[in-house]
T-cell receptor, first 114, second 113 residues
Framework: AQSVTQLDSQVPVFEEAPVELRCNYSSSVSVYLFWYVQYPNQGLQLLLKYLSGSTLVKGINGFEAEFNKSQTSFHLRKPSVHISDTAEYFCAVSDPYNFNKFYFGSGTKLNVKP | DVKVTQSSRYLVKRTGEKVFLECVQDMDHENMFWYRQDPGLGLRLIYFSYDVKMKEKGDIPEGYSVSREKKERFSLILESASTNQTSMYLC????????????FGPGTRLLVL
């Protein structure tokens, strides 16, 4: 089974600063990769996904992520964060051949300070 | 837009009660899922269903059962609630094609006293 590691449980950052949220997964076989965001008291919303093709993926709200197969990583970045980006972010990995095999990381809480 | 709704945002139940959590999706998705979310553990799959009346156990099915009588509705049942089932419960759905993306409901925060 896959495992997904989000190295930072909390990331404090000042408004307008850049941010990177790290995600590593265990297996180097073919995978789909996702980032979801969860605002307080809400469900998960898809930010972006990598299925194939270009390793740099752009998502909503100015976020992007880069797939690095050799390092089995899929780090999320934003060049300038806003207060409204304060939320918890989850990295997820799925098996392209088994729709129910969807593995989530433990989450990273992004706290944007004014 | 895909819409996944859950019947309650917050629930308080007593130990031993039978608890029903309801999930409805309006996009005719074949696949539906129930997860529980706990701090520091991310999301863990309880059960999923790939068709009406079809269900499969996920990673942590103990203490739970599910029901899918209609395509749009997937229910999670706690037969006899226990305090260790206090958690946030998230429902999700996905189509068969493309099945790579799951769409989530707002969650039900359950407190078992």
């Amino acid at each position: 089974a896959q495992s997904v590691t989000q190295l930072d449980s909390q990331v404090p950052v000042f408004e307008e600063a850049p941010v990177e949220l790290r995600c590593n997964y265990s297996s180097s076989v073919s995978v789909y990769l996702f980032w979801y965001v969860q605002y307080p008291n809400q469900g998960l919303q898809l930010l972006l996904k990598y299925l194939s093709g270009s390793t740099l993926v752009k998502g909503i709200n100015g976020f992007e992520a880069e797939f690095n197969k050799s390092q089995t990583s899929f780090h999320l970045r934003k060049p300038s964060v806003h207060i409204s980006d304060t939320a918890e972010y989850f990295c997820a990995v799925s098996d392209p051949y088994n729709f129910n095999k969807f593995y989530f990381g433990s989450g990273t809480k992004l706290n944007v300070k004014p | 837009d895909v819409k996944v709704t859950q019947s309650s945002r917050y629930l308080v139940k007593r130990t031993g009660e039978k608890v029903f959590l309801e999930c409805v999706q309006d996009m005719d998705h074949e696949n539906m899922f129930w997860y529980r979310q706990d701090p520091g553990l991310g999301l863990r799959l309880i059960y999923f269903s790939y068709d009406v009346k079809m269900k499969e156990k996920g990673d942590i099915p103990e203490g739970y059962s599910v029901s899918r009588e209609k395509k749009e509705r997937f229910s999670l049942i706690l037969e006899s609630a226990s305090t260790n089932q206090t958690s946030m419960y998230l429902c999700a759905s996905s189509p068969v094609e493309p099945q790579e993306t799951q769409y989530f409901g707002p969650g039900t925060r359950l407190l078992v006293l």
